[in-house]
């Protein structure tokens, strides 16, 4: 279960209240991402998967067929150029998977069907199983520039940067690393030149 907050503009001393509670994860929840234009918001975790939650009305959003690709891990949110939003996905089995708002919902926002509707409004668009295929731990995406860029950090002590294509539907390799004194963490874009910090789960390194 997500709980949502919201500011309650009457309180003087600024205090957030609940404004709704999202059901639908019976277990764990892995991550949770807000999209680009704050309207949704991606939650994973356990046997249910990935849910999309519209946060106007608090009701799940559609989502295309998941695959058995082991559990979801991480979640990023990346913004089209075409005006649609892109949802990238990492699993425990070293997948990276791409969920692209479909062509309909783009004409149309930022109206979303309700999970009783049959019609999906995301295409998953891309799969793709990356180096040895160790759990993905964590993920980053730079937008400042195109093309947008991923950093993917793996439990297998691998570091991957890839860049999206235009449409934001494939990607293609920029570097990939083995740090075998680091199990990554958190990743980091830092710099306009691509630069990357890796943050070791266990040992404090950097």
């Given at each position: 279960m997500i709980s949502s907050l919201s500011l309650n503009p009457a309180s003087k001393s600024g205090h957030y209240e609940?404004?709704?509670e999202l059901s639908g994860h019976r277990s764990?929840?892995?991550a949770v991402?807000?999209?680009i234009r704050g309207v949704l918001v991606a939650s994973c975790g356990g046997p249910e998967g990935i849910k999309l939650w519209d946060m106007l009305s608090l009701r799940e959003v559609a989502t295309p067929a998941q695959g058995e690709r082991g559990e979801v891990t991480v979640l990023a949110w990346v913004d089209g150029d075409d005006g649609g939003e892109t949802l990238c996905i990492g699993t425990n089995t070293g997948y990276l998977i791409?969920?692209?708002q479909n062509e309909q919902v783009r004409r149309k926002p930022p109206r979303f069907s309700?999970?009783?509707?049959?019609?999906d409004t995301f295409d998953e668009v891309y799969c793709q199983r990356l180096a040895r295929g160790?759990?993905?731990t964590c993920m980053s995406v730079d937008g400042t520039r195109a093309p947008t860029r991923i950093v993917i950090g793996m439990v297998d002590h691998i570091v991957v940067v890839v860049r999206l294509d235009a449409a934001a539907e494939s990607t293609k390799a920029v570097f990939g690393v083995h740090l075998p004194l680091i199990e990554p963490a958190m990743v980091s874009f830092y710099d306009t030149a691509g630069g990357v910090l890796v943050f070791s789960k266990w040992n404090g390194m950097v």
């Open positions: 609940l404004a709704g764990n929840i892995n991402a807000f999209s791409l969920w692209k309700i999970i009783t509707q049959r019609q160790g759990e993905i």
